[in-house]
């Protein structure tokens, strides 16, 4: 049996210049980190010889299927068959937070049933080409309106800027930041869910048609980046990040209509009346989680300003796609 756990994402800042569309003519970069809230594969033999199917798939439904072209989950399939597994093979799948919620949870999963499956068939996959084989699945394979960071996040796992260059082309730099400060960081963020989930490949492409509409609000974005880069690791106050994440979600919602909603607007007000500096919608937009950024004595009025929605903590920093039984 091979159990495989794969990071979900926070990003902070850069996100929608990860597209090639935008990078290709002005270059990109995101600033954001792998979190301690995981994606989990079990991947183990089928002796399909002792029952009436060949591959069975356990998510939010069961698949038994007899052929790999009879399985409805459309990634699940076109994976197995990009990896080779057409048979002998059950898969499980589980998650600690939901999915559609702005986490790169998709990316997560393409990442971790590729490394799951290339173990399962004695293989090594190194963090380039487990990053690169996702993103041509996603993109080429499967045609999703997707970007590049979630994959590489996955696979790599940390706190990093990624630069992209082309769509195999990108550079990962670890931020150097000290623990006292990483702390520090962590220590000031607060994660709500919306309770509302969307899909990010419809907001995507909504942004993708108004490109050339939104170029200035991309180009400011990507200059978010080396300013939270020299935050992170000089020695000015904490909280201007905390003001480049709500400088960035004000850029943000301008790229499309479908990235905020009327309860999202009243949940990021009512977060910064409560005593949060600033924070963003995360992912494509839409629903999903609220980050906020909040002084740490001010997390008790935070929490009670939103009771009526989850808080979830998390770890930033986390590890990269990782087998942990074999």
């Not at 971790?112 to 963090?127: D, P, V």
């Not at 080429?140 to 997707?146: I, T």
């Not at 000290?178 to 000031?188: F, I, K, M, N, Q």
């Not at 409560?274 to 004595?297: E, R």
Request: with cysteine; net charge neutral.
């Amino acid at each position: 049996m091979i159990i495989v756990k794969t990071p979900l994402r926070v990003s902070f800042f850069g996100g929608g210049t990860d597209f090639p569309a935008y990078f290709e003519n002005n270059g990109g970069a995101v600033l954001g980190t792998a979190i301690d809230s995981y994606i989990y594969h079990t991947v183990f033999q089928l002796p399909s010889w002792l029952f009436d199917h060949k591959i069975r798939l356990s998510y939010r439904k069961v698949e038994h299927v007899r052929d790999l072209d009879e399985i409805e989950h459309r990634p699940f399939r076109e994976i197995l068959r990009f990896c080779g597994v057409t048979r002998d093979v059950e898969v499980n799948l589980s998650s600690d937070l939901p999915s559609f919620s702005g986490l790169g949870s998709s990316s997560s999963f393409s990442v971790g049933l590729i490394k799951g499956l290339t173990a399962f068939q004695g293989r090594h996959i190194g963090q380039y080409a487990l990053a690169r084989t996702a993103i041509h699945i996603e993109r080429n394979v499967l045609q999703e309106a997707v970007g590049l960071q979630d994959q590489i996040f996955a696979a790599f796992g940390g706190f990093n800027v990624i630069r992209f260059r082309g769509e195999s082309d990108f550079e990962v730099e670890r931020i150097p930041i000290t623990p006292t400060r990483l702390r520090e960081l962590s220590d000031s963020l607060m994660l709500f869910y919306t309770g509302m989930s969307r899909s990010a490949q419809d907001v995507e492409r909504g942004k993708l048609r108004r490109l050339p509409l939104i170029q200035e609000n991309l180009k400011r974005m990507h200059l978010h980046v080396d300013r939270g880069y020299n935050i992170l690791t000089g020695n000015e106050d904490l909280s201007a990040f905390g003001r480049l994440l709500h400088d960035t979600w004000m850029e943000k919602r301008q790229l499309d209509t479908t990235v905020s909603a009327p309860q999202i607007d009243k949940l990021y007000d009512a977060g910064l009346a409560a005593g949060a500096i600033g924070g963003k919608l995360l992912g494509a937009g839409g629903g999903g989680f609220m980050l906020f950024f909040v002084p740490p004595d001010r997390k008790v009025q935070l929490r009670a300003a939103l009771q009526g929605y989850h808080d979830v903590p998390v770890a930033i920093n986390a590890s990269g796609s990782t087998i942990i039984h074999s």
